[in-house]
């Protein structure tokens, strides 16, 4: 059964420095997301992509954010400088387009010290 | 206004016991969807009702919807100690994809085997 895959699963880093977070979603999905669950809270929206640009995003998605799809396969969220407070598990998501039924990835566990 | 709460917060009980897990909302949705996440892993999709269904059923899961309720229950039948897990009810407005989902807070559930 087709899956979506994140890498790394694991990622530590010093605060101010620039992550770069990789997805593949399902492939013949349109709909790409992320949305991250810091320890012990909601998991939280933060962008939504389709057709090669942003849809929506969270006020949480502020200007050290940026998504992209660089190629036909992967998915990327990178945080320019990255602060303590980034810590968090980051997911990625797609769907496709009969409903909104969205398929989310294992997740990134990010850990900014 | 918060959407998605779900209750209990947690619950235990007793292998081969049935669970059942609610989720109250406050605006108007199209869609709502229940996941789990094992712990600090992803999350797994389980099912999407629309708001036009009242009921719908996935081997041992059967989630029900009351939109005048703004409310909706998943019931996990002869539970088994793998259903261990928190569940988070999700729901959105969309009536095709490319909609963020909007997550509860979750119900811890425990297994006893």
């Known amino acids: 059964e087709p899956e979506v895959t994140q890498t790394p699963s694991h990622q530590v880093t010093q605060m101010g420095q620039e992550v770069i977070l990789r997805c593949v979603p399902i492939?013949?999905?349109?709909?790409f997301y992320w949305y991250r669950q810091i320890l012990g809270q909601k998991v939280e929206f933060l962008v939504s992509f389709y057709n090669n640009e942003i849809s929506e995003k969270s006020e949480i998605f502020d200007d050290q954010f940026s998504v992209e799809r660089p190629d036909g396969s992967n998915f990327t969220l990178k945080i320019r400088s990255t602060k303590l407070e980034d810590s968090a598990m980051y997911f990625c998501?797609?769907?496709?387009?009969?409903?909104?039924?969205?398929?989310f990835g294992p997740g990134t566990r990010l850990t900014v010290l | 206004s918060q959407q998605g709460e779900e209750d209990p917060q947690a619950l235990s009980i007793q292998e081969g016991e049935n669970a059942t897990m609610n989720c109250s909302y406050k605006t108007s949705i199209n869609n709502l969807q229940w996941y789990r996440q094992n712990s600090g892993r992803g999350l797994v999709h389980l099912i999407l009702?629309?708001?036009?269904?009242r009921e719908k059923h996935s081997g041992r899961l059967r989630v029900t919807l009351d939109t005048s309720k703004k409310s909706s229950s998943l019931l996990i039948t002869a539970s088994r100690a793998a259903d261990t897990a928190s569940y988070f009810c999700?729901?959105?407005?969309?009536?095709?994809?490319?909609?963020?989902?909007?997550f509860g807070t979750g119900t811890r559930l425990t297994i006893i085997p």
């Open positions: 999700a729901t959105d407005k969309s009536n095709f994809g490319n909609e963020k989902l909007t």
């Open positions: 009702i629309r708001s036009n269904e």
């Open positions: 998501a797609s769907g496709g387009q009969e409903n909104n039924e969205q398929f």
């Open positions: 492939s013949n999905h349109l709909y």
